[in-house]
């Protein structure tokens, strides 16, 4: 393979972690530092000789430095290929640059503490990713690095002669990704602020990017490949939790543990819940007055399921509750936090993932959601509908008494997280149980009840506790059979959307037997 000496290099870093150790070990080798403003300061400071760029191009920094490395005496040594250009380059006395160490203005961090939208702006870099593209562009002469990490292995590299064809490639794919993260950054953010004046048009063309976070052994199957990737979105969940112990997360782990954090979220701290989860989909949801109690509650619901799941809370976990979950089988365990205790207790447990978030998502805040096809992606925002007592409205004869408005309220909560079609039934803060992803609603009441029925007896209760439940749909019941079905497990009320054409059908057969309804107007279809 083709190595490449180095013999000049350019330095223009936001980020200055570890350049002063790189930068010093280039200077070891003989090569020349160019630089630019802060970082050229930063590196005379640490006693190393830097040639200005303003002193390569014999043009002063101009415009608030906004201009300094827009030239071709910058982009000609970036550009030029040595044994085709080598005349021209000659001629207007541009000498090659052959290592391009660049990271780009903060553009993203700005942003992420709301700044105001001049300074945002002003921290949109233009010179960084035009040189970073330069040099990628002719990485068959030219290495060039954007991430600190990368700093080891190429000082390694030039000790041992040069640096080789194929990392030039693998750098320039990287320095093309960050730019394209840049601008993806950038256009994400100008969305945002146009939003407001565009009445829900969506941007023309849109650009999604992320950083690689984790390689995964397979993907949902071992034949599959898959990867980790962050988008920097400032959401607490499995992307920004630290794992305390365990095995590394699987694709299957990332994907339930999202699932089941998201639906803690919906809980405020001061309402203890827990979510169990199963293959994406909720098998157990319970909010009480601690912790410990929501867990013995949303495993109630079915212990078989539960078996090898997801664990979310929505506060700290405390080692009341850790020594309970410690005697389940279960892959994950997310929370906010974990006190000492709780994390002693399941240190025991070698395999189990447990992962700390810092902090809880916020179920209102906006965001996408980005699904692949054949051909192109469908981007939606997340699903934050809300439906409250005030809301509701209240279709049958029989209103709701207290206790079944609140559990409507739960139950629906839940629903929006099932997998379509779904039906949740609840009672007393708990699911009863969980009907989900069956092609007719019909069914998944069914599957609820039965599920219920089950659980009943593997605790030997006198009966099941759909019995005098609320039951929630996420969409609406086109013909009444999916009421009756919920009816003949026992619950005394429903919460669905409405809109069906046969809407007067479903509320007289609900008014026929006793059961009070609500139509939320909402649909929460999940697929």
């Not at 990628?136 to 991430?147: C, G, L, R």
């Not at 089950?454 to 609406?476: C, K, L, N, V, Y």
């Not at 619950?491 to 609500?518: F, H, K």
């Amino acid at each position: 393979m083709t190595r490449r000496t180095i013999k000049r290099a350019l330095i223009s870093v936001s980020d200055k972690t570890g350049i002063e150790d790189f930068a010093r070990g280039l200077a070891g080798h003989g090569i020349e530092l160019i630089s630019t403003g802060g970082t050229a300061s930063a590196l005379r400071k640490a006693g190393l000789a830097v040639r200005d760029v303003s002193e390569v191009t014999g043009f002063p920094e101009i415009m608030d430095g906004r201009v300094k490395t827009l030239h071709p005496k910058i982009h000609g040594g970036l550009l030029g290929q040595r044994d085709r250009h080598d005349a021209a380059m000659r001629e207007h006395a541009i000498t090659g640059i052959d290592l391009l160490v660049c990271n780009l203005y903060p553009f993203e961090a700005v942003i992420a503490k709301d700044a105001p939208f001049e300074e945002a702006v002003e921290n949109i870099d233009v010179g960084g990713p035009a040189m970073i593209r330069g040099a990628a562009k002719n990485h068959e002469w030219v290495t060039v690095v954007v991430d600190p990490e990368d700093y080891p292995p190429v000082l390694a590299e030039i000790a041992g002669g040069g640096v080789e064809q194929a990392t030039r490639s693998r750098l320039a794919q990287i320095a093309f990704a960050r730019t394209a993260a840049y601008d993806s950054a950038v256009s994400e953010w100008l969305a945002a602020q146009l939003a407001p004046t565009q009445d829900g048009e969506p941007p023309r063309r849109r650009s999604f990017a992320g950083r690689l976070r984790q390689r995964l052994r397979y993907g949902e199957n071992p034949h599959q490949q898959a990867a980790f990737y962050v988008t920097g979105e400032r959401r607490f969940g499995v992307a920004t939790a630290q794992q305390l112990q365990g095995k590394e997360l699987s694709y299957n782990n990332i994907n339930d543990t999202d699932a089941a954090y998201e639906l803690a979220a919906e809980f405020p701290p001061d309402r203890p819940a827990c979510v169990i989860i199963k293959h994406a989909n909720p098998c157990g949801v319970a909010s009480a007055q601690s912790l410990a109690e929501a867990y013995r509650n949303a495993l109630a619901c079915d212990p078989v399921s539960a078996f090898g799941g997801v664990l979310a809370f929505n506060r700290v976990l405390d080692a009341e509750t850790a020594e309970l979950v410690a005697n389940l089988f279960t892959e994950v365990i997310i929370a906010p936090q974990a006190d000492s205790d709780a994390i002693r207790i399941l240190s025991a447990k070698k395999n189990l993932r447990l992962l700390i978030a810092g902090g809880l998502p916020d179920p209102r805040a906006q965001g996408w959601l980005v699904r692949s096809v054949a051909g192109g992606l469908l981007v939606q925002n997340r699903d934050t509908g809300v439906s409250t007592a005030q809301s509701v409205r209240v279709v049958t004869r029989r209103a709701p008494t207290g206790q079944e408005f609140a559990d409507m309220l739960f139950a629906f909560t839940i629903v929006k997280h099932v997998k379509s079609n779904a039906i949740v039934f609840a009672k007393e803060g708990s699911t009863a149980g969980i009907g989900a992803g069956q092609m007719s609603r019909v069914d998944s009441a069914r599957m609820a009840a039965i599920k219920a029925r089950e659980a009943a007896a593997a605790a030997h209760w006198p009966e099941p506790r759909t019995i005098g439940s609320a039951a929630a749909s996420d969409a609406f019941f086109p013909f009444p059979d999916g009421l009756v079905a919920i009816a003949e497990a026992g619950a005394t009320a429903v919460i669905q959307p409405g809109g069906s054409v046969r809407d007067d059908e479903v509320i007289r057969e609900a008014d026929e037997r006793g059961l009070a309804m609500v139509f939320t107007g909402i649909r929460h279809f999940r697929h």
